[in-house]
């Protein structure tokens, strides 16, 4: 936390990630995360968008410890990951939880929804009849009635069972949540259910959230702030809207040129011209470039190559303080 002025839940600083490819010779592996520095403000949701591959499940594995990184470094609230216990890490696991995005394949078949979700509550020290109070509590918070509590995943709707996902998340009450493609698998009806319902419980809850998908207009609509990331690394973030309305980086104008509905009046000629400008800008651009702050709170990486980078260093801070925190929250 810089200056006292934001509470950061989550910091992380420069993240790097490598795995093995499968089948690969020895000591070959693919760098999912190559550098990700972020902070999450108590209360606030950062949506992180990228196309499929980009490394965002992994930022969100590594954010809650469930994948250990190479290099880099993770605080929540104050404490450092870096070298947790297993035991530690256990007592701080009901702290943080994820939602998945296939609510079928994450629920596991055999167990009734009273028990799925009350599974998440075996760390947290409840007598079978505060144990039981707080699953119904939990279900009814997201909208759920006590008769799916006897119910099997299959007997659910789509909603449903992504509501149980998201209960079986909260039972706990969490501070931090990364929910990760959750309407990705649904219905576009039943998706903006979800993502009302999500809205709804984030501000009930105080809830930090990191919010993964590959859809830019989801995340535009549940995000007060989002970070865009390309082969492993963010490339520019900032406020969500403004995001939107002046982005810089080629890969972010690409991204946002591609989601249906975007300039409706457009010929398909004009826009296949506009989408290769922005790949060719997108080829010619330096990969691992530092961010650089263009207005206040928004960051996207140096354009200029490395060698007339000097003097642009201030945007790699020394302090473990990262730009996500710099502004863009909601009040
Ligand atoms: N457990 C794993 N083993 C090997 N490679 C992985 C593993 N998890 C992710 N990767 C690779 O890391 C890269 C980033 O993956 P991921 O974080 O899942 O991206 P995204 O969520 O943006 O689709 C991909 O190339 C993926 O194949
Ligand atoms: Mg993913």
Do not use: C
Not at 63 to 73: E, I, K, N, T, V
Not at 233 to 249: A, C, F, N, W
Not at 279 to 286: H, I, R, V
């Amino acid at each position: 936390m810089k200056g006292g002025k934001v509470a950061v839940l989550v910091a992380a600083h420069d993240l790097v990630k490598r795995f093995p490819i499968r089948g690969g010779r020895r000591g070959e592996s693919v760098v999912a995360v190559a550098g990700v520095s972020l902070d999450l403000e108590v209360g606030a949701t950062l949506g992180l968008v990228g196309e499929s591959g980009s490394g965002k499940s992994t930022v969100g594995r590594l954010l809650l410890h469930l994948l250990r990184p190479d290099s880099g470094s993770i605080t929540f609230d104050g404490q450092s990951l870096d070298h947790l216990s297993s035991g530690a890490v256990r007592k701080l696991r009901p702290r943080m939880q994820i939602v998945f995005q296939n609510p079928y394949s994450a629920l596991n078949p055999r167990m009734v929804v009273e028990d799925i979700v009350a599974f998440n509550l075996q760390p947290v020290n409840l007598n079978g009849k505060q144990r039981k109070d707080r699953v119904l509590e939990t279900i009814r918070l997201v909208g759920l009635g006590r008769e799916i509590l006897s119910r099997y995943p299959h007997q659910l709707s789509g909603g449903q069972a992504q509501r149980v996902g998201i209960a079986r998340a909260l039972v706990s009450n969490p501070d931090f949540i990364v929910a990760d493609e959750i309407v990705s698998a649904l219905d576009v009806s039943v998706q903006a259910e979800i993502l009302a319902l999500l809205l709804d419980l984030r501000s009930r809850l105080r809830l930090t959230t990191l919010f993964i998908s590959h859809n830019l207009n989801v995340v535009r609509y549940v995000s007060d702030r989002a970070a865009v990331m390309y082969k492993g690394r963010i490339v520019e973030m900032g406020p969500t809207k403004q995001l939107y309305d002046s982005p810089i980086h080629p890969y972010t104008r690409l991204l946002i040129a591609s989601v249906p509905g975007a300039e409706p009046d457009a010929s398909l000629e004009s826009r296949e011209r506009e989408r290769r400008e922005h790949l060719d800008q997108l080829a010619a651009y330096p990969v691992d470039s530092p961010l650089i702050e263009v207005s206040p709170g928004h960051w996207v990486q140096d354009p200029r190559p490395a060698g007339e980078q000097v003097g642009s260093r201030q945007a790699e801070r020394k302090d473990n303080s990262t730009p996500m925190a710099a502004n863009g929250r909601k009040p």
